[in-house]
């Protein structure tokens, strides 16, 4: 059987009912899954952000904007009052001609949780075949407010939550697409890289470890790991790097030389993983401070928690000291 017109734009094949063109508006395609009676999705253009009616009626030219998803397709042509005139099964974007899309459909209805949440009716486990769907996984949505791109921060069956690049989802989500390669709009998926800084300033005491973790700014948090208490929570196992600076403020002390010994340290579920230190005198009447680098790369599990302490010993004036970035990345 001869196939459909799809480029620039779908109409039936010629002869279909013994005529064509305007002769075939309102005429209906109805689109299934390849060998269903299911209902799949087709596209009013390549972003394929917008879903079709379906099924699509034919303009008074006989014809309409059809762009398929990744998926394959049965299509069942119509006239007006519902009778069957034609059925192709197999059809996809390769044998019609469309450039296949990084954007994958669910094929499924998109539920609204809340503005960083919601489920898909009908899948059962997004984590497998054919979705894959993972911590870091793409996801393109449209919802009223227009579409919105975003990241899989975590799967729970047919639930995904998520961390949106830029606006919200909205109880108009319609369509919920997966992201497969890279490109305008990325569908890339995004790696683990969290960037803070400006912590709080703390108070040492005298040879005691003090956790530096205090309420600052999340500058940047791909997947949303970063915890309220300025620590970080791996979700994906691999080998990370920590780095950063610490700034160290010592008041003036009343006579002769302090001697300050600081020690700076990463630590992995509060054990030390990597240290920093330094030793500085410090003449009476004067304000002192220091910054120190630090930089370590480490294997986590998914909930390992990464910190920042300082250990200090001193004479005198307690020094300050605070977190001005700390930068934690998933090289692998």
Do not use: H
Request: overall charge neutral; proline content about 3%.
């Amino acid at each position: 059987m001869s196939s459909p017109l799809i480029v620039p734009k779908f109409a039936f094949p010629g002869g279909v009912y013994g005529v064509a063109g305007s002769a075939l508006a309102g005429f209906k395609l109805n689109t299934y899954a390849s060998g269903t009676s299911t209902p799949q999705a087709t596209y009013t253009d390549s972003t394929l952000s917008v879903n079709n009616a379906n099924p699509v009626i034919m303009d008074a030219n006989g014809q309409a904007n059809v762009w398929l998803g990744n998926s394959s397709y049965k299509f069942v042509g119509t006239d007006a009052s519902g009778t069957v005139v034609w059925t192709v099964d197999n059809v996809t974007q390769s044998s019609l001609g469309q450039a296949q899309s990084e954007w994958v459909s669910f094929n499924a209805v998109p539920v609204f949780i809340s503005t960083t949440s919601f489920s898909l009716t009908g899948i059962a486990d997004l984590t497998v075949s054919p979705y894959f769907v993972a911590i870091g996984t793409r996801v393109r949505t449209v919802n009223t407010g227009g579409t919105i791109y975003s990241t899989v921060t975590a799967v729970s069956a047919n639930t995904l939550t998520v961390k949106n690049d830029s606006g919200v989802l909205d109880a108009g989500l319609s369509s919920a697409s997966y992201g497969i390669i890279g490109g305008a709009q990325s569908s890339l998926a995004k790696r683990s890289l969290y960037i803070f800084q400006s912590g709080a300033n703390v108070t040492m005491v005298n040879a005691v470890t003090t956790s530096l973790s205090a309420i600052g700014t999340n500058v940047l948090d791909n997947l949303n790991e970063g915890t309220t208490s300025g620590t970080f929570l791996a979700k994906v196992a691999g080998t990370y790097q920590a780095s950063g600076l610490v700034s160290f403020v010592e008041g003036a002390a009343t006579t002769g030389i302090q001697n300050v010994a600081q020690q700076v340290q990463v630590r992995k579920n509060s054990a030390v993983i990597g240290s920093t230190f330094i030793n500085w005198p410090i003449a009476a009447s004067t304000i002192s401070s220091q910054v120190i680098p630090f930089n370590f790369t480490a294997a986590l599990a998914a909930s390992d928690v990464i910190d920042i302490a300082c250990t200090a010993g001193f004479t005198g004036t307690a020094p300050t000291a605070n977190i001005l970035q700390l930068k934690v990345e998933r090289l692998a």
